[in-house]
């Protein structure tokens, strides 16, 4: 009898051990399949953390896939745009904007996330899907803002190429070959 019951114990300390090792096997998995999610809120954006916002990962947990992926492209949208405050091509309108992504943004994903939070769980759509639409129509509105200031940026570049390539191409032609 006594060694049945050490047999039983032993079986059970097993399933106990199994159970444990497939539970940690499984958080790593979760884990590492959250990390490639937020990852993805960073990637192709210059100049942002490797860490996401917490307030967008937050947003992103109220949405479905296809949702996710559109907030990730806003926010990947309203970063570039971001990214472009130091063009001396900006125009007063595409600076309001910007101050719009950088302080109102935040407190729109902020209250929305707010009202969220004592939601039920079928009401919290309510909240999420309109916020991410405003979301994707200012998405939108930065990446047209970015296309017209990297266009007037590049237009300046092509200026200034093509003036030094006069002005070098006049020095040659005004050099004697023998001073060359």
């Known amino acids: 009898m006594l060694e049945f019951l050490g047999g039983l114990l032993l079986f059970f300390l097993t399933i106990i051990l199994l159970t444990i090792w497939v539970g940690i096997r499984l958080a790593r998995r979760l884990m590492r399949s959250a990390r490639g999610f937020a990852a993805g809120f960073t990637q192709g954006v210059p100049g942002l953390s490797a860490l ?3 307030r967008w990962a937050r947003l992103a947990a109220l ?3 296809r949702q996710r992926e559109q907030a990730r492209l806003a926010r990947e ?4 745009l971001l990214a472009e405050r ?3 091509a900006l125009t007063p309108e595409e600076a309001q904007l910007m101050i719009s992504c950088e302080k109102r ?5 902020d209250t929305c996330l707010d009202r969220c939070r004592s939601a039920r769980p079928n009401e919290r759509c309510d909240y999420a899907t309109p916020t991410l639409e405003r ?3 200012i998405g ?3 990446e047209a803002a970015r296309a017209a200031i990297r266009a007037r940026d590049d237009g300046r570049l092509l200026t200034m190429h093509t003036y030094f390539d006069t ?5 040659g032609k005004d050099q004697s070959p023998a001073v060359r």
């Open 52 to 54: 996401p916002d917490p």
């Open 63 to 65: 949405l479905d896939r």
């Open 77 to 80: 949208r309203i970063s570039a």
């Open 86 to 88: 130091q063009s001396a």
């Open 105 to 109: 943004v935040p407190e729109l994903i």
């Open 135 to 137: 979301l994707v129509r």
């Open 140 to 142: 939108e509105e930065a």
């Open 167 to 171: 002005v070098a191409g006049s020095r």
